[in-house]
């Protein structure tokens, strides 16, 4: 398995990963101009896991400059168990630490029960004291 900076190239594989992986949510902004984009602003912070040349793991990840956010992160469902996810957040949060950014912040499904208790595991702990808000210039334009 080897575990490498992904980019942009590997669009395609990615998206397939992340379209087939339960509880992914997939939006417009997940488009390649928009993950370029995002890859762009966050070098050396994403990661694929290969099998020969097929990505079978991947995450994005990036920074606000204080706080680390790691998100999508996917594993082909048959080499779920076998450290692939655990190490593809190892890469991160050690990238982010060597831009000196510690803390990382990522969001689960309610309802995604298996991510909650694998991140868990890894010793990621739970919010509840905050509420997550967004908002869509695109949606309101009177704003």
């Given amino acids: 398995m ?11 594989q990615v998206m397939t990963l992340w379209s087939a992986t339960e509880s992914m949510s ?11 984009a995002y ?3 966050n070098p050396g912070l994403s990661f694929v ?26 594993v082909d469902q048959t080499l779920r168990g076998q450290g692939v996810g655990k190490q593809l957040v190892r890469c991160c ?3 982010l630490e060597q831009q000196g950014i510690a803390k990382t912040h990522l969001f689960v499904a309610n309802e995604n029960l298996c991510a909650q208790t694998f991140y868990e595991r890894l010793g990621w702990y739970p919010r509840d004291e905050v509420r997550m808000y967004s908002f869509n210039a695109s949606e309101h334009q009177n704003v």
């Fill in 2 to 12: 080897i575990f490498r900076e992904m980019v942009i190239a590997d669009y395609p």
């Fill in 26 to 36: 997939l939006r417009d902004a997940d488009s390649r101009e928009n993950i370029g």
């Fill in 39 to 41: 890859l762009s602003r």
């Fill in 49 to 74: 896991a290969c099998q020969g040349s097929k990505i079978v793991g991947a995450v994005l990840t990036g920074t606000d400059g204080r706080r680390g956010y790691l998100q999508h992160l996917a």
């Fill in 93 to 95: 949060v050690s990238a």
